[in-house]
């Protein structure tokens, strides 16, 4: 469920398809839609396709509002959504009437986040950061790049072994962490999570990667343990063990609320 709704399957239309509908918390169908393909609704309006060929958008009455025209297309962020007219074709973005604002141009496309989004428009895949004038702010050079908060957004360069490191720029394209891990998420109140070798300066140990969480510092406030983790979100984060069925919760002390199983 979310915000009080949730897409279920009910009964075949006359193709032999079968669409979404959305109940209730009470299990009441709010709606039967003739969508084959729904994801959730950001900014008002739901990336979706009714014959999971071409998408669309639609609002939260599930009127088509944007024609299914797109190959793909991800959801709006700060009034923009990025899109590709063919499956290996070129990104750009579109606002919420559906007018193309960036032209399709780039090979790969994040969503903006506090004014800036990623993108590469070359096929050796680096990245850099476009404004919503579609002009590049920070220049495409790096090896992977996350999405701007809180400030920081982690960004991949080469070390002396030519191995992609991950450290977290500014806006003014500072380092702010150094690039030291070997991977990296975006922060969310306040904490990142960051993939680091534990065995690192060990003499004769092979490398052993878990994940932990680092500060706007870069000082390490939940120590590298879990196998894989994701953003904090109302304070709590889901973190993954190998050899365990079921998920773990932690707070941001990175004690469990509930321990992985």
């Known amino acids: 469920f979310k915000n009080g709704i949730a897409p279920v399957w009910l009964?075949?239309?006359?193709?032999?398809?079968v669409p979404y509908s959305y109940i209730n918390k009470t299990g009441r169908v709010i709606v039967n839609t003739d969508y084959l393909y729904v994801t959730n609704f950001q900014e008002g309006l739901m990336l979706v396709s009714t014959n999971g060929?071409?998408?669309?958008?639609?609002?939260?009455?599930?009127?088509?509002v944007i024609e299914e025209q797109f190959a793909m297309a991800g959801y709006f962020s700060?009034?923009?959504?990025?899109?590709?007219?063919?499956?290996?074709?070129?990104?750009?973005?579109?606002?919420?009437?559906?007018?193309?604002?960036?032209?399709?141009?780039?090979?790969?496309?994040w969503h903006f986040s506090e004014g800036l989004a990623?993108?590469?428009?070359?096929?050796?895949?680096?990245?850099?950061?476009?404004?919503?004038?579609g002009d590049y702010v920070i220049q495409?050079?790096?090896y992977g790049a996350g999405d701007f908060k809180e400030g920081l957004a982690f960004v991949g360069v080469k070390n002396d072994d030519n191995i992609t490191q991950f450290g977290y720029i500014n806006e003014e394209e500072k380092?702010?962490?150094?690039?030291?891990?070997?991977n990296a998420r975006n922060f969310s109140e306040g904490l990142a999570a960051v993939e680091v070798?534990?065995?690192?300066?060990?003499?004769?140990?092979?490398?052993?990667?878990?994940?932990?969480?680092?500060?706007?510092?870069?000082?390490?406030?939940?120590?590298?343990?879990?196998?894989?983790?994701?953003?904090?979100?109302?304070?709590?984060?889901?973190?993954?063990?190998?050899?365990k069925r079921n998920n773990g919760y932690i707070n941001n002390k990175g004690e469990y609320i509930w321990e992985p199983r």
């Open 53 to 64: 060929e071409k998408y669309g958008f639609c609002d939260k009455d599930f009127k088509l």
């Open 118 to 133: 990623a993108v590469t428009d070359s096929n050796n895949f680096r990245w850099g950061y476009i404004n919503k004038q």
């Open 11 to 17: 009964k075949s239309n006359e193709a032999g398809n």
């Open 197 to 243: 070798n534990i065995n690192e300066g060990l003499e004769g140990s092979n490398p052993v990667y878990k994940w932990g969480y680092v500060d706007k510092s870069g000082g390490l406030v939940i120590q590298p343990q879990y196998d894989s983790a994701t953003e904090f979100k109302n304070g709590i984060a889901i973190v993954f063990l190998k050899g």
């Open 140 to 142: 495409p050079k790096y």
């Open 175 to 182: 380092f702010v962490i150094e690039p030291i891990y070997r």
């Open 78 to 109: 700060e009034g923009l959504a990025n899109f590709t007219y063919e499956r290996d074709g070129k990104w750009g973005f579109i606002d919420k009437e559906g007018y193309v604002r960036i032209e399709p141009r780039f090979y790969g496309t």
